[in-house]
């Protein structure tokens, strides 16, 4: 009660305390009992943890609502009710933090006297420390835990070489427990000393150094063997700094070397397979293609020798000409997307001996992935440059078939498949058949029905389906030409057509024999020995009997016998000595073979002059095919023989005319193939033996001008049209290449088939290459071009100077022959003599025929508008004295104006008028008639021109032969002529699209009808 009277001075004291004080009084339910209390006092302190400064005559559980929650209120009553004084400590909940309180409770007399300390902080760091004492301890299981599961190996060094720790691993390792080992040094662990010192030297480093140190050792385990390890050694500092022990682990990674050993070695043996592989293969990596590894067929295509030219190295630096070329950029794409590549014969063009090449490939680029996962491309290629080049070769070479077949004279057609479809026909083909272009792609059998059941149709299915070549002349073919059927002869050629060894097709060719066929049955009525002396014909006829012992001239006896008596000893009388063996060779063969005898020889005539013959025998066989006899004719072909060598030698004297021509000059045969080159093409391309064909000049041509080349020399080789062409050729002493123009000219016979090309090769390479001198050069090369075709014209008159020359030669020397001799020339050498100087004579007209003959074809002619009439009218004044001396007249209607050639068409008609002047009956005036006729012809307009005369006219029979070169009907003695006229006659008309045929009648005249369209197709022909 005093202490409340002397509230103040006690509140004065109280909120000087640093704790918190509550004074309390005791309130009481009905029981008795404590049910909270009153709050007498406050001091200062506890304002901290109430808002209500106004706390008199309020309940402490208002106060402190959340006394309630721990407890504090309990702990107050228990005091207030038994007097124990309580102390303890408890949380307590204020704006949702948590503080904890040491609180004391005493009770005084009524009064209950609180105090609290706020030990929060204490209690936090305790909670602090025992939370970091319970991590540590958790730490320290898991370390130890961790350490002592590991495959690992953990331990500590002290700085005297001893084991301080060392965990389960490295005790199994050892094969050894803690207690043996722990506190041991190297030696004592069972560390050789080589590796004792080592280690011992490395903790000294790492001691000093105060830095890790790495190493790889082998150790043997005392279960597993000997074991190979990847170990650290670590310096661990004391809180000085100070180095106090060094901390080792070590890893086995015996698996891990082994593998990489596993992989070194199949990484060593995929590169040795690359490096082996006959395949050309590299293998790069990265977008920049960095080559790694390559062979040498990789290496020989990239035109290099030693792999150190481009490992390492990007491949656009090793072929700097890739760049812009699809290839490398393919790689690239590859190595990004990791997606293969397959390509056939891509085109790459690669630098090969200095020159840019283009060459083909069949590629294959694939992503492959080594063990760490890195990523390269194998590339692997196969060259297939000549398989491409082939295949072209082959389309052209089939291209130009399809050609040679639409140009060919010859009725042609080409079958294909089983059905035997007409894949191709030429018109010539097509006028056999009598059937137009629709025919193409239907089966022969559907075009024909008719041949169903024949002997030719069995033989076409025996070609096809069996393989069997099949050629027979005069075959006998029921078929429908006309609108009825007929019987038609034919000349018949067969042949499979293969591919890949199969057959596929086959190829027909058929000749119109059927006219010679009929003539020559009704000749056949005669009996076999008269047929056989008519099959064999020729100047001398003889017999010899079946085993050749005997022989009896029948006609002409005496250029070989001076009797028709049997001769038996006819070898050694007729043959020559040193053709005698090959004489009885050929004849004993024949008569096992029962063969033809066909043999050039010489022969010893009755006057003992030796000449030379080609003999013909045919055998004579009964019913059983038993030689009965034999029919044979011998022709005289000593002048042939004498002229051949003569022309042997103009030839021999073209080669050295040729040589020291500055031009390159060449020869080539009909398809193309080139069989002589004068010394200047050996001194320019650095030949040093004769080498010819395609061989011999493709390889020397600028690769980037061969397909241009070989296309314009091949289309001229089959159209027959003159040749020219640019192009660089490579000099076989310093490797450039040059500019050459190119030109040639076709040589035809008779029959228009060109046997020759003479072509020039002349240097335009200033012309083509200096730009500064332009103008200078453009002049130079015109006249250049003039001089290549003067020397080429020049060439065709050289030669037939040449041939000319040893005629002229024969003629000097046979003229001064008969003038030294003069009065001591008998009656037989004088006319001997003048047989000499008539044959040359003809031989030099010859001569000149033979070239106005082969420059027929030689330049193309311009078309226009030709008026026939003025084109006699020009002739009659050209042969105005031969018409005078003769008395001949010419006769002609009002002749039409067509297209065509004027000079060409001049020519035509001078040299039939010319002919019916030449060949005028003695006596009779020469009278010549034209006349035209109109008509239509395949929806085309044309003229049919008869020219006829009164002269000597001719046997018909002999009517498509005077058309042939060298053809004379009439003894050279009688009329002059080279037999070429006529000949020129038919080129000319046929090069116009016409015909030309002649009839006759001997002593009545002749009569030629000229065919020609009224339009030409072309502006040249």
Not at 21 to 39: H, P, T
Not at 69 to 96: C, H, M, P, V
Request: glycine share 6%; with cysteine.
């Amino acid at each position: 009660m005093e202490l409340i009277h002397n509230l103040e001075l006690f509140q004065t004291v109280f909120n000087s305390v640093p704790n918190g004080i509550v004074v309390l009084k005791s309130l009481y339910n009905d029981e008795g009992r404590v049910k909270d209390f009153s709050i007498v006092l406050l001091n200062t302190y506890m304002f901290n943890w109430i808002e209500d400064s106004g706390y008199q005559d309020k309940n402490y559980s208002e106060i402190f609502p959340n006394v309630n929650r721990s407890d504090i209120f309990q702990k107050f009553i228990e005091t207030a009710e038994t007097g124990l004084t309580a102390s303890f400590e408890q949380w307590y909940e204020s704006d949702e933090t948590i503080h904890w309180f040491k609180f004391t409770s005493t009770k005084q007399g009524e009064l209950l006297v609180v105090t609290t300390e706020d030990i929060t902080e204490k209690r936090q760091a305790e909670i602090a420390l025992n939370n970091a004492l319970t991590a540590a301890e958790k730490q320290k299981r898991l370390y130890d835990s961790v350490i002592n599961n590991t495959p690992d190996l953990v331990y500590v060094f002290d700085l005297n070489y001893k084991f301080t720790y060392a965990n389960k691993a490295l005790l199994t390792m050892w094969g050894k427990s803690a207690e043996d080992s722990i506190g041991l040094g190297l030696r004592e662990n069972g560390y050789e000393e080589w590796h004792a010192l080592m280690h011992e030297r490395e903790i000294d480093f790492v001691a000093a150094e105060k830095r890790s140190i790495r190493g790889t050792v082998s150790f043997p385990h005392a279960e597993l063997g000997k074991r190979i390890y990847d170990y650290i050694f670590a310096p661990v500092f004391n809180e000085k700094g100070e180095v106090e022990a060094i901390a080792g682990t070590t890893r086995d990674i015996t698996e891990i070397k082994q593998a990489e050993e596993k992989r070194q070695q199949s990484e060593n043996r995929f590169r040795h397979m690359i490096e082996q592989s006959p395949i050309a293969m590299l293998l790069s990596r990265g977008e920049e293609v960095i080559i790694e590894t390559i062979n040498k067929p990789m290496l020989k295509f990239m035109n290099k020798t030693n792999p150190d030219e481009v490992l390492g190295k990007k491949m656009i630096d090793a072929l700097p000409e890739l760049l812009g070329q699809p290839a490398l950029q393919t790689v690239i794409n590859v190595q990004k997307t990791g997606v293969p590549f397959r390509g056939e014969e891509q085109p790459v063009d690669l630098v090969i001996d200095g020159i840019l090449e283009r060459r083909y490939f069949n590629f294959s680029y694939d992503c492959i992935k080594d063990s760490d996962g890195n990523s390269a491309v194998l590339h692997v290629a196969l060259d297939v440059t000549e398989q491409v080049l082939s295949r072209r070769k082959l389309e052209d070479s089939e291209s130009r078939l399809k050609s040679m077949i639409d140009q060919t004279p010859s009725p042609t057609l080409v079958l294909k498949g089983d059905d035997l479809v007409i894949e191709q026909i030429n018109k010539h083909m097509l006028e056999l058949i009598g059937r137009g272009y629709e025919i193409i792609g239907m089966p022969l059998i559907a075009v024909l029905p008719e041949l169903e059941g024949q002997y030719v149709w069995e033989q076409v299915k025996n070609v096809y389906f069996k393989g069997i070549p099949f050629d027979q002349s005069e075959v006998l073919v029921v078929h429908n030409r006309t609108g009825q059927l007929g019987k038609y002869y034919y000349n018949l050629a067969y042949r499979p057509l293969l591919e890949n060894g199969q057959i596929t097709g086959m190829i027909q060719v058929a000749i119109d024999v059927t006219q010679q066929v009929t003539a020559r049955q009704k000749m056949e009525e005669s009996e076999s020995r008269f047929r056989a002396l008519v099959n064999a014909a020729s100047n001398v006829v003889y017999q010899i009997d079946a085993d050749w012992k005997i022989m009896r001239s029948l006609d002409g006896g005496g250029s070989l016998s001076d009797s028709e008596e049997p001769v038996s000893k006819w070898l050694e009388h007729f043959i020559h000595q040193n053709d005698r063996e090959k004489v009885m060779n050929l004849i004993a063969k024949s008569i096992a073979e029962k063969s033809i005898f066909e043999l050039e020889h010489r022969t010893i005539a009755p006057d003992g002059t030796v000449g030379w013959t080609f003999s013909r025998v045919v055998p004579i066989l009964d019913d059983q095919n038993n030689i009965i006899e034999w029919f044979g004719a011998a022709s005289d072909i000593t002048s042939q023989k004498e002229l051949q060598q003569v022309i042997k030698e103009s030839e021999e004297k073209f080669r050295q005319l040729a040589d020291l021509v500055p031009q390159i000059i060449w020869t080539g045969n009909s398809d193309g193939y080139i069989d002589y080159y004068n010394r200047r093409w050996y001194e320019y391309t650095g030949f040093e033996v004769d080498e010819y064909g395609d061989l011999s000049w493709v390889p020397k041509i600028h690769p980037d001008d061969v397909t241009f080349v070989l296309e314009n020399w091949y289309q001229s080789v089959q159209s027959g049209n003159f040749y020219q062409t640019e192009f660089r050729l490579k000099n076989g002493n310093t490797g450039e290449y040059r500019w050459f123009l190119s030109k040639a000219v076709p040589i035809k016979e008779k029959t228009g088939v060109i046997s020759k090309w003479f072509g020039t090769c002349t240097d335009i390479h200033e012309q083509k290459t200096i730009t500064e001198k332009l103008e200078f050069l453009v002049a130079d090369r015109t006249k250049e071009l003039q001089r290549s075709n003067e020397d080429l014209q020049q060439f065709a008159h050289v030669a037939s100077h040449d041939l000319k020359e040893p005629v002229r030669k024969i003629k000097t020397f046979v003229g001064r022959l008969e003038d030294h001799l003069q009065d001591q020339l008998d009656e037989p050498a004088s006319k001997y003599i003048g047989r000499i100087n008539v044959a040359a004579e003809r031989m030099f007209n010859m001569i000149d025929g033979v070239l106005a003959y082969s420059k027929i074809n030689a330049d193309s002619q311009k078309t226009a508008l030709v008026d026939l009439n003025e084109v006699i009218k020009n002739i009659e004044t050209d042969l105005e004295v031969s018409l005078q001396r003769t008395g001949g007249k010419i006769y002609h209607d009002n002749l039409p104006v067509l297209e065509g050639a004027s000079v060409l068409l001049y020519q035509l008609f001078y040299n039939l008028i010319n002919n019916s002047i030449k060949f005028a009956k003695e006596g009779t005036p020469p009278e010549i008639k034209i006349s035209s006729e109109k008509i239509i012809k395949l929806d085309k307009n044309w003229v049919v021109i008869t020219l006829e005369d009164n002269g000597i006219g001719f046997d018909e029979s002999q009517a498509e032969r005077i058309f042939e070169t060298f053809t004379r009907l009439n003894s050279k003695d009688s009329y002059e002529g080279t037999g070429l006229g006529l000949s020129l006659c038919k080129k000319i008309a046929e090069r116009h699209g016409g015909t030309i045929s002649a009839d006759g009648t001997v002593g009545k005249g002749a009569v030629f009808v000229i065919t020609l369209p009224f339009e030409q197709n072309e502006n040249d022909i």
